[in-house]
């Protein structure tokens, strides 16, 4: 197995959270991001998609979605298990992971991709051009307020996102929190204690690792 990644940047960050917690360790080469590696012709031979983090079976399969290389590493670690201990808890955390992935990070994405310079033309991740459209940077910061509402009055309801167990819908709830402050200069308001309670749970969690 190898693994392609960049630690910086928030879909490996996921995956990084999830392995240090399960004490998993992997071959693994960085791509550099910032250098823009991961558009030149010997990364894109291996990953066409052109995005990081990348998983290559023995069997040479190439996995390129943080949730397909989760799963995958569950099956073959199961130890600490992240995704869920029962059925319900399984399907619980995968909803979940799914609701951050398209009502957070994307709304994230949308906001910080559609505004910044060096993105021109590079709006989406892939190697096709994508033009910026600045609506979408601002649809994106209102989106992430109501998202942050939502996350709020969910987590009243029980002490970690996808139930009593800490999972990996908390690690990407707590990714996508820093990238939402880096990104889209956007930080839950203090008022959402929900939220803030379960940030210092959360952190204590994943670091318990
Ligand atoms: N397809 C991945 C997301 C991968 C992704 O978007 N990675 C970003 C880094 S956070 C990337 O590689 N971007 C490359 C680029 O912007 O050119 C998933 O579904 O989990």
Redesign the pocket.
Known sequence: MKLYS?DA??????LKLFMDFKQIELDTTQ?D?GA?E??GDAYQAIVP?????ALVLDDGTVL??????VHYLEERFPDRPLLGRTPEARANTLNWNHRL?TEIFSPI?DAF?NAHPK?KD?A????APVIQLPALAERGQLRLAEGFDMLNRELAQRRYLAGPDFSFADIDLLVALDFAKWAARVTPDAALQHLSRWRDEARHAALSG
């Open positions: 960049f940047a928030p879909n490996p960050a996921r791509i991001l823009d991961q558009l998609e052109a995005t990081v983090p390129s979605a943080v949730i397909a290389i992935f994405a991709r993105y590079r989406l991740p892939g190697v």
